[in-house]
């Protein structure tokens, strides 16, 4: 059974559960005391004694793509769109507002695509993906973002951003209370860039950013997504 939905806010009906029986079977695995086509199924609440719910889709975007799922065990998967909602920018198996990404590359009027907010930076040609990174002075920050948990609870969360050589020693994420530093074992030089991954737990709703302390740097490429969560992001060049 496949049921639909109108409660998206915009009074558009679309796929929301589905369902397969589970009642009783003989040891042959013939349904046992099958009644009609859905057997009770109760259309009114989309529930039944005798029905397992396999899939929810728990959120669309604008053009009735499928953004935010649940499976049979209540684990999430997401996609955020960015370009104007034209292309996918990053998957994971976690909640829609549990993961951010932006590579700086698709700004409109002072957001990026998977909602994450430019701040206080300057945009710079000087890249390490793409056509743009974002500059910062010490105190100023970027790729604000709020985070709220599927389960409403604190949880952790890894983070990571590209820094221009020779910066990555001012840079710092704010997890909503505090300033985090980087962990020193998974620093990694690739060019004239570094790879910094912050480690850290942070709450439902709280505000989130990368910041400049002690001197400027250039950034680029930032990611959040919780640790048991894989994640898979994308920068398009001006072909696609």
């Known amino acids: 059974i496949t049921t639909w939905a109108n409660n998206w806010g915009n009074n558009i009906w679309r796929k929301h559960k589905s369902f397969t029986w589970n009642g009783t079977k003989d040891t042959d695995g013939f349904f046992q005391n099958y009644v009609g086509s859905t057997d009770n199924f109760d259309w009114n609440t989309g529930s039944g004694t005798k029905w397992k719910q396999l899939t929810e889709i728990t959120r669309y975007d604008d053009y009735s793509m499928a953004i935010e799922s649940k499976d049979i065990n209540g684990n999430y998967l997401s996609t955020k769109m960015g370009y104007r909602d034209s292309k996918p920018i990053v998957s994971s198996n976690a909640g829609y507002n549990e993961i951010f990404y932006s590579g700086a590359e698709d700004?409109?009027?002072?957001?990026?695509?998977?909602?994450?907010?430019?701040?206080?930076?300057?945009?710079?040609?000087?890249?390490?993906?793409?056509?743009y990174a974002l500059s910062l002075a010490s105190g100023q920050n970027t790729f604000v973002s709020t985070v709220n948990t599927s389960d409403g609870n604190s949880k952790k969360f890894k983070i990571s951003v590209w820094v221009k050589n020779g910066q990555e020693g001012n840079v710092a994420f704010y997890n909503g209370s505090q300033n985090v530093q980087p962990n020193d074992d998974e620093m990694i030089r690739a060019g004239d860039w570094w790879l910094l991954n912050f480690y850290t737990s942070i709450n439902n709703g709280a505000n989130v950013y990368i910041t400049a302390v002690g001197g400027g740097a250039i950034i680029d490429d930032f990611r959040l997504h919780p640790i048991e969560s894989s994640m898979t992001s994308y920068v398009y060049n001006e072909w696609g």
Do not use: L, R, W
């Open 107 to 131: 700004e409109n009027n002072g957001a990026y695509g998977g909602e994450v907010q430019k701040g206080s930076a300057t945009p710079s040609n000087d890249s390490h993906t793409g056509s």
